[in-house]
């Protein structure tokens, strides 16, 4: 009965988004206030019926009522409550209603907080957000419902990828689709933009915080992804130039691509056409990597050949989206007037150099993504594009990003002194020159250039630091004067700098992780030790143990360092019951140094199991810096100037934002 | 012996946000390995490049797939025979074909996909000079027209108006 309930909430809502993407766009063209102010109450409802959807199926699986097919394909009785919830997002119809149902959040998000949006472009934007939605629930209900039975119901599920039962991997999904889906609103106000013609600074200042928004969840999603591939896969390798994780990667370097474009058009009124065309590329490499994932066309061209309904759905969507959203760009672009001037040694400048950065290295990982598909699709002929490829492509670019980064934030609008940014970055240099003779020193092997990397990240680092000392005016005047100043910086100035600094971090640690990791392979029997990396590791044995739905093998180490026990580590060999399925479960001793990481493999002849021992040094600094991006993105979305609507009415209070 | 610009590409690569780190064997199984350190180095730096053909997107240096390891037995074999990394890859290639390679060679096949960053990024600075030089001639260095009379009166009656709070 729920279940029925949940997929007659999903036809409503469909009913609501037609409803929505029709009547107000129409109200707006005829400036008919009326049929307007149909869109707001129209995305809270469209919102609230996906969310009785939603819960109607989660209903579903946290009962295990498996006469819904979907439950019975994906769920199993002894799972634990999270990985009944999680389940539901665990396969590709349920993630489907996450998505729209993310998709419907955003739009009701603008209709319930957008109060200082002009009336026809709020209109117009719930409007388009809501054909979004219209195609999505449609995709849904014609080719992928989570809401249908089966008769007879089987006695128990088929159960959840073993590997999928992991507390990162639930709450993945979600973030990666509230980023993903996110972008959607960015892409809603461009094209209410180019429909009205209208595109200044204060359409800027809407847009921002949105994409923020869904920059962080996009940034944070991410990351969990790759910190889980580090723990859960046994392999230690955290990015692996996957296409499903490029499907992730592209909108990301877009959408961050997209956000600082957004700053200059907010300021200076420039960069209109690269905002619009980054909002628009941004969603759709959203729905690509939807396409890319959801379509099947990677397992196989083949496969997708055979079964090519969803895939072609998905693929027509994106093509109406990006070919209209593209085609009305094309159609208007001309009328954008090009708004302050600047020379190429400004903020703007460095900006422009960030976009081009950026928007190349997407395009590369697209090509490289795409490019056996569509050769193998054409030709026929099978190639692949692995992790060297993207290495020597899109490496290269990130190396002047990076040089570039710190004298960004530092030049000023308009017309910026580079000789003058260039000193106040030599604390920074200096900084970053003693980290190169202090890695040349410490490390005696590994690559001739990786102190570079390290030196280089460090330069990121500091040079934030130096950006904020600099905004501060440490060292010129008081110190309580710099302090005081310090104190009155707006927020989204501080979010820029910890952003900033959390990409120098990761930058620390990719490359300290990838330069200086170090492993040891062999077979060891109880009682026996070895030593990595200033740890020595004594195997104890291996105890079997069960857990709620696996049965395994734990071996147990105890580690010591200089003669001082540190800790036991216990990687485990597991086989789920449901489906029977092998996952190996890595034991991890974090330190600031770094990670040691021991496996636990096969048994060998005559006693004794395979054992592998990383080291990785520095390894955390990847997933803190994301961490401090993320964080760094939630400081500067509190800034008031981005909850208080248009800028330069100061008689407009600031409005009671309800607690999130 | 590895060249000067693979060294440099790796250290690129290793600069890039998020490259692979995928630099150690994963599955390599203690029985692999080779006694001469130099050469199961080399053979490390071969499997990286070796697809595992019945994996997803996977090299034969992180699958434990019985055929990756087939494929890594087969490499250190190879090399123990005294053949160079080149010839190693031309014998897996001339078996498997251009597939298992996970850096596609140059080819009139491949040639859009390898000239395609380069391509990209020179549109993308065409794009940003655009951006930073517009076409009208607004820009720096160039005289605007002189003032008509009207619009100097108006300048006039702006200048003369007290200057409001600046709100930024």
Known sequence: MIVELGHFALVLALLVAIFQMVVPAWGAHRGDQRLMAVAEPAALCQFGLLLVAFLALTYAYVTSDFSVLNVASNSHSTKPLLYRISGVWGNHEGSMI???????LFGAAVAAFGRNLPGTLKANVLSVQASIAVAFCLFILLTSNPFLRIEPPPADGNGLNPILQDPALA?????????????????????????????????????????????????????????????????????FWDPVENASFMPWLAGTALLHSAVVMEKRDALKVWTVLLAILTFSLSLMGTFLVRSGVLTSVHAFAVDPQ??????????????????????????????????????????????????????????????????????????SVGAPYFDMTFGPLMLPLLIALPFGPLLAWKRGDLLGVAQRLM??????????????????????????????????????????????????????????????????????????????LMVVGIVATSAYREEKILVMKPGEETSLAGYTLTFRGVAPATGP??????????????????????????????????????????????DLYVVLGDAQKGGGFAVRIYSNPLVRFIWIGALIMFFAGAVSLSDRRLRVGAPGRARQTPLAVPAE | MRTKVEGMFRILAVLALMSAAVAGAFAVEPDEILSDPALEARARTISAELR?????????????????????????????????????????????????????????????????????????????????????????????????????????????EPEEPKND
């Not at chain 1, 959607?184 to 847009?207: K, N, T």
């Not at chain 1, 489906?579 to 479960?585: A, L, M, R």
């Not at chain 2, 699958?63 to 123990?80: G, H, K, M, T, Y």
């Not at chain 2, 005294?82 to 996970?102: K, Q």
């Open chain 1, 98 to 104: 996450l998505w729209v149902l993310i998709l419907s």
């Open chain 1, 171 to 239: 709450f993945h999904p979600p973030f990666l689709y509230t980023g993903y889906v996110g972008f959607s609103i960015a892409f809603s106000f461009a094209i209410a933009a180019l429909m009205e013609g209208r595109l200044d600074a204060a359409w800027a200042r809407w847009v921002r915080p949105w994409t923020l928004l869904a920059w962080m969840c996009l940034t944070i999603g991410i990351a969990m992804g790759s910190w889980w591939a580090y723990y859960e896969l046994g392999w230690g390798g955290w990015w």
């Open chain 1, 310 to 383: 969803r895939g072609i759905f998905i693929l027509t969507i994106m093509a109406l989206f990006t070919g209209g959203g593209l085609t009305l760009f094309a159609w208007r672009a001309s009328e954008l007037r090009q708004g302050g001037l600047f020379s190429p040694i400004s903020r703007e400048g460095s900006l422009v150099l960030n976009n081009i950065l950026l928007t190349t290295a997407c395009a590369t990982v697209l090509v490289g993504t795409l490019y056996p598909l569509v050769l193998e699709a054409l030709t026929g002929a099978k190639i």
């Open chain 1, 427 to 504: 604390f920074a240099a200096l900084l970053a020159t003693i980290a190169l003779a202090a890695a040349y020193a410490v490390f005696h092997r590994g690559p001739t250039l990786a102190p570079f990397g390290l030196a280089l990240g460090v330069f990121v680092m500091a040079g934030a630091i130096s950006d904020f000392a600099s905004r501060a005016r440490l060292g010129k005047g008081s110190f309580g004067d710099a302090l005081r100043r310090a104190f009155n910086l707006p927020r989204s100035a501080y979010g820029t700098m910890l952003a900033h600094f959390g990409v120098g």
């Open chain 1, 549 to 594: 739905n696996y049965r395994e093998e734990v071996g147990v180490f105890d580690v010591a360092r200089k003669g001082a026990a540190v800790t036991r580590l216990e990687p485990s060999k597991r086989i789920y019951d449901m489906p029977p399925q092998p996952t190996s479960e890595a034991g991890i001793y974090p330190a600031w140094r770094g």
């Open chain 2, 52 to 160: 595992c053909l019945v994996c997803q997107n996977q090299s034969i240096d992180d699958s434990n797939a019985p055929l990756a390891r087939d494929l890594r037995l087969l490499v250190r074999e190879r090399l123990q025979q005294g053949d160079s990394n080149e010839e190693v890859l031309e014998f897996v290639v001339a078996r498997y074909g251009e597939f298992v390679l996970l850096r596609p060679r140059f080819s009139l096949r491949t040639l859009v996909l390898w000239l395609a960053p380069m391509l990209i990024l020179l549109t993308a600075i065409g794009i940003g000079l655009r951006t930073v030089f517009p076409r009208a001639p607004r820009s720096y260095g160039t005289t605007p027209p002189a003032l008509t009379g009207a619009e100097e009166e108006r300048l006039k009656a702006l200048l003369a």
